[in-house]
């Protein structure tokens, strides 16, 4: 069954990605061949595509995919071809220090998939696939513990999400600030990711859900998802959100942007004894300060938070089933379809709309 697939690959960071073909080898023992649905576009593919963030080349990003399991190779159980699959980018060996912890999302083993080449290109050149899953590939090659089951009723342009702008966003607020009944979160950068975490806060109770972007459009869609107020952002974005929480700031800030005046502002957005999370994914060359005095001062707690402190097997069943009770909109963040030879317009597009995503042909 192993054939070509069209696939976008980028050679080189700085460079668009080039539409061309993967040979694809049958799936070894304990992996899974899925064809590709829908992938979504993160900002994480962007920062890779830049050099911003390093992968091995070359590559077939995206990693935010669903789609349907096609072969399945020796020793693999509980998944059959037709079986409709979301794919974790960060899937755990569950026998390292970390998942050992209970903090699989932390797994030394995670990025292993993605350094090992997983197909050929036409000229025999091997390719890796982006952060282990390859998602602008029509068809991909994975562990079967990067395949995570998902309903057969649940659309598979949504189910994408869940694979990271939903496990990350709503992880976030529930695993990491784990917000209660009447907080105030403030939310900064409405993406994909941010949008998620609005969403998280409406439905862990938050009583005011203040988010934060400049850019059009992103108000309305903001409210939809919950927000009870939304601000551009910018200096004056602390004593906007203090004058909204009775005059002391925010409980949560999730940051989703991942810049240094974004981690700044989120920070500065909390109360006394607040919490600000770090969604964002910043470059190793720019610098977050604080003076000394502020830290002991405010008293506030700085994390981060990695695929929303999530562990995928756990929390994408339970997110299906947020899905089916209608409090988690997966539809209303699916902004823009396009075709696989449309991925660089959807990467340019990334900080309009909600998600874009690469929709494959059945
Ligand atoms: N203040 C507020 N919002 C901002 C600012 C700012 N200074 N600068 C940019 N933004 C907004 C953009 O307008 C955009 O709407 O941040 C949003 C980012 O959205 P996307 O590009 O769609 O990014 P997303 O995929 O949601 O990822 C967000 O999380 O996983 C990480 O690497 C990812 O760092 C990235 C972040
Ligand atoms: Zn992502």
């Not at 089951?149 to 966003?169: K, Y």
């Not at 975490?197 to 988010?211: F, K, N, P, S, W």
């Not at 562990?311 to 089933?321: G, H, Y």
Request: hydrophobic share 45%; net charge neutral; aromatic share 4%.
């Amino acid at each position: 069954m192993s054939g070509r697939v069209p696939a976008a690959v980028l050679y080189a960071a700085g460079e668009p990605l080039r539409l061309t073909e993967l040979t694809l080898p049958e799936p070894g023992p304990g992996q899974v061949r899925v064809r590709m649905a829908a992938t979504g576009v993160c900002h994480s593919d962007k920062s890779l595509a830049s050099g911003m963030l390093r992968h091995e080349l070359p590559v077939v990003l995206g990693h935010e995919g669903a789609g349907r399991v096609v072969a399945v190779g020796d020793g693999v159980t509980g998944l059959a071809p037709g079986d409709p699959v979301v794919l974790n980018w960060s899937p755990a060996c569950r026998e390292c220090w970390w998942c050992r912890h209970e903090e699989p999302w932390l797994c030394a083993d995670a990025a292993a998939a993605a350094q090992r080449p997983y197909a050929r290109l036409a000229d025999g050149t091997e390719v890796y696939p982006g952060l282990g899953v390859g998602g602008f590939g029509a068809e991909t090659v994975v562990s079967a513990s990067a395949c995570v089951p998902v309903p057969a009723d649940l659309p598979l342009t949504e189910a994408a999400l869940l694979g990271c702008a939903v496990l990350t966003g709503v992880g976030a607020v529930r695993n990491v600030a784990r917000v209660k009944p009447g907080d105030s979160v403030v939310v900064i950068g409405l993406g994909g990711v941010g949008l998620a975490a609005v969403q998280g806060a409406r439905m862990a109770g938050a009583a005011e859900i203040i988010a934060v972007d400049p850019a059009p459009g992103k108000a309305e869609l903001a409210r939809r998802f919950g927000a009870t107020d939304v601000l551009p952002g910018g200096p004056g974005l602390a004593k906007q959100v203090r004058d909204r929480t009775g005059g002391r700031g925010a409980d949560h800030a999730i940051e989703c942007v991942g810049r240094p005046e974004t981690i700044r502002a989120a920070w500065s957005s909390t109360r006394r004894g607040g919490q600000a999370v770090v969604v964002g994914v910043g470059a190793r060359t720019e610098a977050v300060t604080f003076h000394a005095l502020e830290l002991h001062h405010f008293a506030r707690t700085l994390t981060a938070s990695v695929y929303g402190n999530t562990d995928p097997v756990r929390d994408i069943p339970s997110l299906v089933a947020d899905w089916r009770a209608g409090r988690l909109d997966l539809a209303g963040l699916v902004t823009d379809r396009v075709p696989l030879d449309r991925v660089n317009e959807a990467m340019d597009r990334l900080g309009m709309g909600a998600r874009s995503v690469v929709v494959f042909p059945d």
